[in-house]
């Protein structure tokens, strides 16, 4: 968990590849969703291109989906959800059934005036999801995806006008879930600002050997 634009997806996928356990992000299912042209989706896409909070059924029914397929029984990384107190509720309730539960919530602090120049710069593959930056982790080729060479995209919501609000979406729907995780001790903090080469590092320290 962490503000948009934190880095929580590239932790996630480095804990994916670190520990062998699939990545479920809430945001690149929501995009899928949306590329297919689902019923779901078309509404899911509305919202997301305002900056908004997707309406907690939708996200909720396919998250359930995801965390009931085989691959998640070793564990995963969850990332963008919950990201609200329904969420939250409804994530419990998921895990219970399958006598899961969450070892750690991972923090992701980052300052504002970083965040907001990520995200401006951050350009997505539309057809595979890689994310880029222009300056820090730029494609080889302008423009292009190396995994995929789609044509890259800026996404709606990384728009400049867009950003404030999904700011003030983040600390007033998702921040107030912290609660529920604090009690029980499992927030551990990772800085948002590492370099490339240190997340691993950073990561081992907190969740242990992979
Ligand atoms: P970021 O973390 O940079 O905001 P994401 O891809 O995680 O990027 O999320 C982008 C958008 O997708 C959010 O602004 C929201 O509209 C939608 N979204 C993602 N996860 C959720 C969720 N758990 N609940 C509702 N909407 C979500």
Redesign the pocket.
């Known amino acids: 968990m962490?503000?948009?634009?934190?880095g929580?997806?590239t932790r996630a996928k480095i804990i994916g590849r670190m520990y062998g356990i699939p990545v479920i992000?809430?945001?690149?299912?929501?995009?899928e969703a949306a590329a297919r042209g689902t019923e779901k989706g078309k509404v899911?896409r509305a919202?997301?291109?305002?900056?908004?909070?997707?309406?907690?059924d939708?996200?909720i029914s396919i998250?359930e989906k995801r965390l009931n397929k085989p691959d998640t029984e070793r564990g995963f990384v969850l990332?963008?959800?919950?990201?609200?107190v329904r969420?939250a509720v409804a994530l419990d309730r998921i895990l219970e059934k399958q006598n899961a539960t969450i070892d750690t919530l991972l923090y992701v602090t980052a300052k504002p005036e970083i965040i907001v120049g990520r995200?401006s710069l951050?350009r997505s593959c539309p057809k595979c999801g890689a994310v880029y930056h222009l300056k820090d982790m730029p494609p080889r080729e302008e423009g292009v995806c190396d995994e995929c060479g789609s044509r890259l995209i800026q996404?709606e919501?990384?728009k400049e006008e867009i950003i404030p609000h999904?700011f003030e979406?983040?600390e007033r729907q998702?921040f107030p879930i912290l609660e529920r995780y604090q009690d029980a001790g499992k927030i551990k903090e990772i800085s948002g600002d590492l370099e490339m080469d240190q997340i691993p590092v950073a990561l081992e320290e907190i969740l242990g050997k992979p």
């Open positions: 962490g503000p948009p634009g934190s929580k997806g992000a809430a945001g690149d299912m929501l995009r899911a919202y997301m291109n305002r900056g908004e909070l997707v309406p907690d939708i996200v998250m990332d963008g959800f919950p990201r609200s969420q995200l951050r996404r919501d990384d999904r979406v983040y998702t």
